[in-house]
């Protein structure tokens, strides 16, 4: 894994208390560590099993409670049913006005199971209807009509479930349903892997996480349905994503917010009412945005830095900020100790335009450090003939 200190190359970006790299010795950072007082978090909280509260700006976790546990996700399971069709799109494989029709063995197995769209046996609906039911209103039927229409079957398309969870690094999820319905425990996932799914929503799909999520209500066949959304309307900034609850999970919630350009993104796992879930969540958030300053860093899209790169069409790849990148600092102090780049190099190509091929690490004094995403600023093919021959000379020259 390859470190490399920034601070004194991004001199031009960043205040002038920052310009030395790691200015304190080990014992000076513990006494920082110790005298920098975090914010106390709200009574709301209570004893909530899972709860996860992370600035995305700057990958810091500003409040943590289990966030490796598995639980049961309930509806929050949609979250990922939404992914699977957010890629597929992008990709070009599915378009938001594709039809597809519920089968009369499915209208037979949900057409009374809890949230619904209503849909009937035969009937047919876009994609884009699908996607408005599956993330507003918690739609179980349209679910599994997405699912069957996408995979071929519920089985089939939890095989792509759990292929994207890999992909994003989701250790400690497994998808069985794409629904969240309870299934013996075959679904379950972890608050550190919801908000890494969230992150990746907004950051790789933003388009279509505001199209589908944070909208208040929904109608279908001359029905309309509310968003059970604890924080839309409540919560300046709240825009999703998604609830979750069943007997066996209790009340859950995965949440976001964003004021001023800085989003936060939390997880409540277990509550026990509907009523400690909303309250927490709002409490949550608002601490979050009160108790916490953000130190602009890098605008979305800002060149970083860049990487070395074996086996390529070119020698490095500039990294780009992958959305809008700050450090996080107690209401009470504190201050950035360090910046650096964060990368398993050299990258091998050949790899695409905007793929996420390095990390920034943030170090603020008395807090852990963080670490945000940091994209390719071009593709890079595999090198050719000459390029190998020229890699090859230019590795000569000192």
């Known amino acids: 894994m390859r470190r490399i200190g920034l601070l004194l190359a991004l001199c031009a970006c960043l205040a002038a208390s920052w310009l030395i790299a790691n200015p304190l010795g080990a014992a000076q950072t513990a006494a920082v560590a110790t005298a920098v007082a975090t914010p106390v978090p709200p009574q709301e909280l209570g004893d909530i099993p899972v709860i996860l509260l992370v600035d995305q700006n700057s990958g810091q976790t500003l409040f943590e409670r289990k966030p490796d546990l598995r639980f049961v996700p309930?509806?929050?399971?949609?979250?990922m049913t939404a992914w699977v069709a957010f890629e597929q799109m992008a990709a070009g494989k599915l378009r938001p006005e594709q039809n597809f029709t519920m089968r009369p063995e499915t209208w037979a197995a949900w057409h009374d199971k809890r949230s619904s769209m209503n849909m009937q046996s035969g009937q047919s609906a876009s994609l884009d209807m699908l996607l408005h039911g599956l993330t507003t209103v918690s739609a179980n039927d349209g679910a599994v009509v997405l699912a069957e229409g996408i995979g071929g079957s519920v089985p089939g398309f939890s095989d792509l479930m759990n292929a994207e969870a890999?992909?994003?690094?989701m250790t400690n999820s497994h998808f069985a349903t794409p629904n969240g319905w309870p299934d013996g425990g075959a679904t379950y996932v972890s608050a550190h892997d919801m908000v890494r799914l969230g992150d990746a929503l907004i950051t790789r799909h933003g388009e279509f996480y505001h199209r589908y999520f944070g909208q208040k209500q929904f109608t279908?066949?001359?029905l309309t349905q509310q968003n059970h959304d604890p924080t839309l309307g409540v919560v300046p900034g709240a825009d999703g994503i998604k609830t979750g609850h069943t007997n066996e999970a209790g009340f859950n919630f995965l949440g976001s917010?964003?004021?001023?350009?800085?989003?936060?993104l939390m997880v409540i796992g277990g509550a026990k009412s509907e009523e400690q879930r909303n309250a927490a969540s709002r409490a949550l958030l608002e601490w979050g945005?009160?108790?916490w300053q953000n130190r602009a860093l890098f605008a979305r899209g800002a060149r970083v830095g860049a990487a070395k790169v074996q086996g390529g069409n070119a020698r490095q790849v500039d990294l780009l900020a992958a959305h809008p990148i700050a450090a996080t600092l107690p209401g009470a102090g504190g201050k950035v100790t360090a910046l650096h780049l964060v990368y398993r190099g050299p990258l091998r190509a050949p790899f695409a335009k905007g793929a996420q091929v390095a990390e920034l690490e943030i170090e603020v004094s008395g807090m852990p450090p963080s670490?945000?995403?940091l994209v390719a600023a071009?593709?890079?093919g595999?090198?050719?003939p000459l390029d190998r021959l020229t890699n090859g000379l230019m590795g000569l020259i000192p």
Do not use: D
């Open 166 to 169: 890999a992909k994003l690094g």
């Open 289 to 291: 945005f009160a108790g």
């Open 257 to 264: 917010a964003e004021r001023g350009g800085r989003r936060l």
């Open 382 to 384: 595999k090198a050719g």
């Open 378 to 380: 071009q593709g890079i």
């Open 74 to 79: 309930a509806s929050m399971t949609k979250v």
């Open 220 to 222: 279908w066949n001359n």
């Open 371 to 373: 670490r945000v995403p």
